[in-house]
């Protein structure tokens, strides 16, 4: 525990079960490295003697289960070990899960599928990249399935998306790396369209049931599903049909009695509902930090993480490609013509006219070729932002990661925006 | 504006460099009034700094150059002998052979470099110049509307009260304006007013669309400059090698596993990505779904999601679990969970436990969980809603995997819509907007059949008719441009403005018909807002009468 200080940077020594915790400044980074033993970031060992380098705004735990030594590098917000972590329960909630892996193995049978579930800030897409990393060191390969179209942890916000995780995620870019598979939501929160919401979370229940077929691997791995903190009104009706669609074996219900009362009410009775501690690490995040969270993602998407990329900027003529809405206006029911459900107008394509209103927004690059094909189904490839209108010339600027042309031409526009600045 | 600083040939040389003097643009007020939110705090700050940039800006002249004025504040007019340019063709007035500037004049005139007003024989910095302006003779207001329609060509002169009855009866107003003037004017009149009409209209579209597009246009340039840097640092050995890899890497994959890649010309085309894509390649060589044909390299498609490494087909039958013997730890309604010692062979490698242990579940409840206060009010558990029977029984359904679960689940549901008294009422064509399920609260009724009227109060505030005195006051006549125009025999103005904000109230009724003077030049409402401004004017409207016949 002794602290000690030099020009070098600041050295923690863990004993066994401690937990390192620290936040990066804002404008700062931090280089860690650690010196001996044995440690791991959220399920992730760490290599002993590699720099690993903590960009402004990271969170960071690490945590020991024999005791090592830490050198941080730059300035932290704050860095303090702590002793109470919940890793035990969350150990053994891995070790349960491979208990059922074992089992489906053997009776080749599908393996365990978790949702997890919690109000927000209670440190989910934490205990799923536990998870799912724990999988992964044992040889597994889960899919993480992540319906948090606020945060967008397979992928930029705005997303539905899921991945294989067949080696556990990189301390520093997370699974950022990994090829997600994706679909276009287009808002911030499901409650934005509902109707979509669970159309989409539906389809993604398929698609992963169509790889658990292909392969056994996937199968006996299991599924671990991630969800958003809206865990009230429709929001939980949005659980149950989540658990529903994934036809889910347990739930994870992180510091929330009442919603573990109610699942364990309302879900059939041979899904196991549990309750879990959160960690006295999690951070609340305000409405700004969410806000800048979601803007670094996609940026991170062009930029890369510590802008090690390099995206391109191009213009599109109006006619070179398509775009569309999914969802049109809400209309009274009683203004339908008759036999149409109201329902249908929330997942319907629309056209979008190019306007000014277009600019600094999220497309959705579809990999449908038209709209004969199922546009709202099919998942994307990709995404350009419109960084400017010339509506004499009838082009845009689009930011893009890869340079002209754009691989289809269909465009999916999100309620997302981003601006180009730094 | 310190006439002390004598400028060097290359420091002149270095400050007529600065070519671009547009003002940057901005949205409305919706954009610059604080929101909260994050994407509007960059913007605005970003917005802030190019303007701040613009202001910081030297503006250097010849002193021969600048006009010299002397403000007189007793008179809220700057005086001065010498006049240079042209704009004393239109600005300003002569009395007792002195030559006065109207503030506004002088101050446009000072920030278009071609004034300097001292006072006390300390000339005025344009700062100052606000301040002392300001506060006297005119308001910020006008001073920016007469910017604006300036800026834009007109000839903006303060408001000349039309001629009152008595000197009309005695024709003094047609003495004044008689001239050659209106034998031109005659022709041109009807013609002019047109196409005024229509430069307003095209000034305040513009406003809006260069608000946009300004920013916009700056951001591109920043963009590209980036790319080019990129260009420049990325052109090494790596980055070819990395672009070889990735088609061999490709071709690679297309062989093994027969994918049908159709756009991949496409792709092939290098790009800077391939940064990531060869890391991509490094990291993950294991993992069996290549990522180069997708757009951005990372992205992947649904036949690739699914299909992977040849594996015999697994049933995706739902296993039964005995959750008796694989035990989750669960800390619902315990104060203590014994966490037990994991066999070996379940952990990932480098993880011991030795001994098992408990979790004080109470203590890090107290510790680490905020109580969570239930948000429905306490009271509202006191009160018993009245549900008929059939909406309070609960489908309990069992089974023993979701298959099953989902199967069962759909009947009991069946059996409950039938089971519904009201359920007489779908029998026929005309059905009801609501069903009985969707009883569950009344907003949700009324969200289905969307009968919420907006109610605005402000609207019925704004009717009841107000004894107030008019404050408003025609501030400026606006002439179209003309080489031949006299300050002195200005002629009937093509246009008045009024100026209000665009917080200030609407005008009502009585303002209007009293700022329209008779003579029928058009006024217009200048509504500034935060310094944008937009003309609006009234007009005449005759309501549709409804008219029943028999």
């Known amino acids: 525990m002794a602290d000690d200080k030099n020009e070098e940077g600041t050295e923690f020594r863990l004993v066994a079960k401690d937990e390192l915790r620290f936040e990066v400044e804002s404008k700062a980074t931090v280089v860690m490295e650690m010196m001996e033993g044995k440690g791991e970031i959220f399920g992730t060992e760490l290599a002993k003697g590699r720099k690993y380098k903590f960009s402004a705004g990271a969170k960071v735990a690490v945590y020991t289960w024999h005791g090592c030594k830490i050198k941080l590098n730059g300035t932290t917000e704050v860095a303090y070990i702590s002793k109470e972590t919940p890793m035990l329960m969350y150990l053994n909630t891995h070790v349960a899960l491979e208990q059922m892996r074992v089992k489906a193995d053997e009776e080749n049978t599908r393996g365990p599928r978790a949702i997890i579930v919690g109000p927000t800030d209670v440190g989910k897409s934490t205990l799923c990249r536990i998870l799912c990393n724990y999988g992964a060191r044992l040889g597994r390969a889960p899919i993480f399935a992540d319906l948090d179209v606020g945060q967008g942890h397979t992928d930029?916000?705005?997303?539905?998306?899921?991945?294989?995780?067949?080696?556990?995620?990189?301390?520093?870019?997370?699974?950022?790396?990994?090829?997600?598979?994706?679909?276009?939501?287009?808002?911030?929160?499901?409650?934005?369209?509902?109707?979509?919401?669970?159309?989409?979370?539906?389809?993604?229940?398929?698609?992963?049931?169509?790889?658990?077929?292909?392969?056994?691997?996937?199968?006996?791995?299991?599924?671990?599903?991630?969800?958003?903190?809206?865990?009230?009104?429709?929001?939980?009706?949005?659980?149950?049909?989540?658990?529903?669609?994934?036809?889910?074996?347990?739930?994870?219900?992180?510091?929330?009695?009442?919603?573990?009362?109610?699942?364990?009410?309302?879900?059939?009775?041979?899904?196991?509902?549990?309750?879990?501690?959160?960690s006295g690490g999690v951070v609340e995040r305000s409405k700004n930090t969410r806000a800048e969270a979601r803007d670094a993602r996609i940026r991170e998407y062009f930029y890369g993480i510590d802008n090690s990329l390099y995206p391109h900027t191009f213009e599109i003529k109006f006619t070179e490609v398509k775009i569309y809405k999914i969802g049109a206006p809400e209309l009274p029911e009683s203004c339908l013509p008759l036999g149409m459900?109201?329902?249908?107008?929330?997942?319907?394509?629309?056209?979008?006219?190019?306007?000014?209103?277009?600019?600094?927004?999220?497309?959705?690059?579809?990999?449908?070729?038209?709209?004969?094909?199922?546009?709202?189904?099919?998942?994307?490839?990709?995404?350009?932002?419109?960084?400017?209108?010339?509506?004499?010339?009838?082009?845009?600027?689009?930011?893009?990661?890869s340079p002209r042309p754009l691989p289809k031409n269909v465009l999916l526009m999100m309620d997302i925006q981003f601006m180009d600045i730094k | 504006m310190n006439s002390n600083i004598v400028l060097s040939g290359s420091e002149l040389f270095k400050n007529h460099l600065t070519c671009d003097h547009s003002?940057?643009?901005?949205?409305?007020?919706?954009?610059?009034?604080?929101?909260?939110?994050?994407?509007?705090?960059?913007?605005?700050?970003s917005y802030y700094e190019e303007r701040h940039s613009l202001l910081k800006e030297q503006r250097t002249e010849k002193l021969g150059n600048l006009v010299q004025g002397i403000w007189n504040p007793e008179k809220y007019l700057i005086e001065f002998e010498r006049e240079m340019g042209k704009f004393w063709s239109n600005m300003g007035f002569v009395d007792h052979k002195r030559k006065w500037l109207f503030p506004e004049e002088a101050l446009f005139l000072m920030e278009s470099n071609m004034l300097e007003v001292t006072y006390n024989d300390i000339p005025l910095s344009i700062e100052e110049a606000y301040n002392e302006f300001m506060s006297h003779g005119i308001n910020l207001e006008e001073y920016q509307v007469y910017c604006h329609l300036r800026r834009h060509g007109y000839l903006v002169r303060r408001h000349q009260p039309l001629a009152t009855d008595y000197e009309v009866s005695i024709k003094l107003n047609q003495h004044v304006t008689k001239s050659r003037k209106r034998k031109r004017k005659k022709k041109e009149m009807n013609r002019n007013i047109d196409i005024v009409d229509e430069n307003i209209n095209h000034i305040t579209d513009g406003v809006c669309e260069e608000g946009l597009s300004m920013p916009v246009e700056k951001q591109r340039k920043k963009n590209e400059e980036e790319c080019d840097i990129t260009e420049d640092d990325d052109v090494d050995d790596d980055?070819?090698?990395?672009?070889?890899?990735?088609?061999?890497?490709?071709?690679?994959?297309?062989?093994?596993?027969?994918?049908?890649?159709?756009?991949?010309?496409?792709?092939?085309?290098?790009?800077?990505?391939?940064?990531?894509?060869?890391?991509?390649?490094n990291k993950s060589k294991q993992f069996n779904n290549p990522v180069e044909t997708e757009f951005d390299s990372l992205h992947c498609d649904i036949n690739k999601f699914c299909s992977t490494k040849t594996s015999p087909k697994s049933s995706l039958e739902?296993?039964?679990?005995?959750?008796?013997?694989?035990?989750?730890?669960?800390?619902?309604?315990?104060?203590?969970?014994?966490?037990?010692?994991?066999?070996?062979?379940?952990?990932?490698?480098?993880?011991?436990?030795?001994?098992s242990c408990e979790f004080?579940?109470?203590?890090?409840?107290?510790?680490?969980?905020?109580?969570?206060?239930?948000?429905?009010?306490?009271?509202?558990?006191?009160?018993?809603?009245?549900?008929?029977?059939?909406?309070?029984?609960?489908?309990?359904?069992?089974?023993?995997?979701?298959?099953?679960?989902?199967?069962?689940?759909?009947?009991?549901?069946?059996?409950?819509?039938?089971?519904?008294?009201?359920?007489?009422?779908?029998?026929?064509?005309?059905?009801?907007?609501?069903?009985?399920?969707?009883?569950?609260?009344?907003?949700?009724?009324?969200?289905?059949?969307?009968?919420?009227?907006?109610?605005?109060?402000?609207?019925?505030?704004?009717?009841?008719?107000?004894?107030?005195?008019?404050?408003?006051k025609i501030s400026f006549d606006v002439f179209l441009p003309d080489a031949k125009f006299?300050?002195?025999?200005?002629?009937?103005?093509?246009?008045?403005?009024?100026?209000?904000?665009?917080?200030?109230?609407?005008?009502?009724?009585?303002?209007?018909?009293?700022?329209?003077?008779k003579d029928g030049v058009p006024v217009h409402w200048a509504v500034l807002d935060n310094g944008d401004v937009a003309f609006y004017s009234f007009q005449q409207l005759n309501l549709p009468i409804d008219i029943t016949i028999g």
């Open chain 1, 156 to 278: 930029i916000p705005g997303t539905l998306g899921a991945l294989s995780v067949e080696r556990p995620s990189d301390p520093e870019e997370d699974y950022s790396q990994l090829s997600p598979l994706s679909f276009h939501f287009g808002h911030k929160s499901p409650g934005d369209n509902i109707t979509l919401y669970s159309l989409l979370v539906q389809r993604l229940a398929e698609v992963i049931n169509l790889r658990c077929e292909k392969s056994k691997k996937t199968n006996v791995s299991g599924c671990i599903i991630n969800t958003c903190g809206w865990i009230r009104g429709e929001g939980y009706n949005m659980l149950k049909m989540a658990a529903g669609a994934f036809e889910v074996d347990s739930v994870m219900v992180i510091d929330q009695e009442r919603l573990y009362t109610e699942l364990r009410r309302d879900l059939p009775e041979f899904v196991s509902v549990v309750l879990l501690p959160k």
């Open chain 1, 341 to 401: 459900n109201a329902e249908d107008h929330k997942t319907k394509v629309v056209p979008v006219i190019p306007s000014m209103s277009l600019l600094h927004h999220v497309f959705s690059v579809s990999a449908a070729n038209s709209i004969e094909d199922n546009i709202t189904e099919t998942n994307v490839i990709g995404f350009v932002v419109i960084t400017a209108i010339d509506m004499e010339k009838q082009a845009f600027s689009v930011l893009a990661p």
């Open chain 2, 23 to 45: 003002v940057p643009q901005k949205g409305g007020s919706k954009e610059i009034e604080f929101d909260g939110s994050w994407m509007q705090a960059k913007r605005l700050s």
């Open chain 2, 239 to 281: 980055f070819f090698v990395s672009s070889d890899k990735k088609i061999s890497s490709k071709t690679r994959t297309s062989d093994i596993c027969g994918f049908t890649i159709d756009n991949n010309e496409e792709f092939i085309e290098e790009g800077l990505i391939c940064d990531k894509n060869e890391k991509n390649q």
């Open chain 2, 318 to 355: 739902q296993t039964k679990w005995d959750f008796s013997k694989i035990i989750f730890p669960n800390i619902a309604n315990t104060d203590y969970v014994t966490v037990n010692v994991p066999l070996k062979q379940y952990l990932p490698e480098g993880i011991r436990i030795e001994e």
């Open chain 2, 360 to 472: 004080n579940v109470l203590e890090h409840q107290s510790k680490y969980s905020l109580p969570r206060f239930d948000p429905v009010n306490p009271n509202d558990k006191d009160l018993h809603f009245s549900y008929a029977d059939w909406v309070k029984t609960k489908t309990t359904v069992s089974a023993s995997n979701w298959k099953e679960y989902k199967i069962k689940l759909k009947k009991a549901q069946q059996c409950v819509e039938k089971d519904s008294p009201a359920d007489i009422l779908w029998q026929g064509e005309v059905t009801p907007l609501t069903r009985p399920e969707d009883a569950t609260s009344a907003a949700n009724i009324l969200s289905k059949l969307q009968v919420i009227q907006v109610f605005d109060e402000e609207i019925l505030k704004r009717e009841i008719p107000t004894e107030l005195a008019s404050s408003f």
């Open chain 2, 486 to 517: 006299k300050k002195t025999d200005p002629g009937k103005p093509n246009h008045r403005v009024c100026i209000t904000r665009s917080t200030d109230d609407v005008p009502n009724l009585k303002d209007i018909h009293e700022n329209t003077l």
